[in-house]
């Protein structure tokens, strides 16, 4: 995938790592629709901004009639609500799964089309291997939508699409500001993600902490939940 003359659409691009994907593609020489469930909240210079709710049906097809030139779909938009899936209530949990499973399902469906020889790129999570006390919903959530990476690649081949999926553990963004653990710098992760991108990579470990949960999956898992 070359980023150069491509036409990108970023979903959550008001802030975090959305918005720092907009601002590195403008640098890298893509076209940018900037989305977000609140437009207003969009103020990158250089962008074109379209509201858009990936859990709304409507907004998905509006959003994918307007931007029919897009080249480059990155799955960014996501929630974070706490909820276990035990204690947590329920609504929170289906709001995770409608989010970051459903989500980025219906916005695949809907650029699939016009995606042949382009590329999705989707901001998964070192949580799509593992599971944090509470982070319940959103870890089921993330394992769900990594797998579904796997199987829109295969689905997409012979398209030639190019599936992107992007592992980090926590960056430093509104998201992650009730964390109380190491941080990466967003910028950081996402250079990364667009240069393995552009490289043609399946997968993009982005720091250390998806490096090291992904190496721990050939262990025995309490290895893992026991360390430290």
Known sequence: ???SGAVALVTGANRGLGRHFAVQLLERGAKVYATAR???TVDLP???VLPLDITDPASVAAAAQAAGDVTLLVNNAGVSTGADLVSGELDLIRRELDTHFWGTLAMIRAFAPQLADGAI????SALSWSAYPGAG???AAKAAEWNLTNAVRLELAGQRTQVTGLLLGAADTDMMAGYDVPKSDPAVIVKAALDGLEAGEWEVLADEAAT??????ARDPREFYTQG
């Open 46 to 48: 250089g962008v074109l």
């Open 212 to 217: 090291a949960v992904k190496a721990s999956l």
């Open 1 to 3: 995938m070359q980023i």
């Open 137 to 139: 919903g959103y870890a």
């Open 121 to 124: 790129l989707n901001v998964l």
């Open 38 to 40: 609140r437009p207003e």
